[in-house]
């Protein structure tokens, strides 16, 4: 089993930066890839960015070049650094990890864009 704990969430005004972290404990040997999902209110959960042990990367369309996604192997932690933020990245934010055939989530930290 894995536990993931997120943090870093809050209002911030549009054009802003946030950072979210993401600890991972627990099996963490199982965790092949990390990653940040979104849920706005009333849209269906969404892929921000993703993040391979090896360091490989994927992003949605709406967040390139505005978001990095990066990890701490050592620490088993993955951050997502958000800059120029918009009204429409507002949503609740759900730390992943994937390996081994199985999924975990985290409890979701809120982000908030709006002035």
């Known amino acids: 089993q894995v536990q993931l704990v997120e943090s870093g969430g809050g209002l911030v005004q549009p054009g802003g930066s946030l950072r979210l972290s993401c600890a991972a404990s627990?099996?963490?040997?199982?965790?092949?890839?990390m990653g940040w999902y979104r849920q706005a209110p009333g849209k269906q959960r969404e892929l921000v960015a993703a993040?391979?042990?090896?360091?490989?990367?994927n992003y949605a369309d709406s967040v390139k070049d505005r978001f990095t996604i990066s990890r701490d192997n050592a620490k088993n932690t993955v951050f997502l650094q958000m800059n120029s933020l918009k009204p429409e990245d507002t949503a609740v934010y759900y730390c992943?990890?994937?390996?081994?055939?199985?999924?975990?989530w985290g409890q979701g930290t809120q982000v908030t864009v709006s002035s």
């Open positions: 992943n990890a994937g390996g081994r055939g199985a999924i975990w």
């Open positions: 627990g099996s963490i040997f199982s965790i092949y890839v």
């Open positions: 993040i391979t042990k090896g360091g490989d990367t």
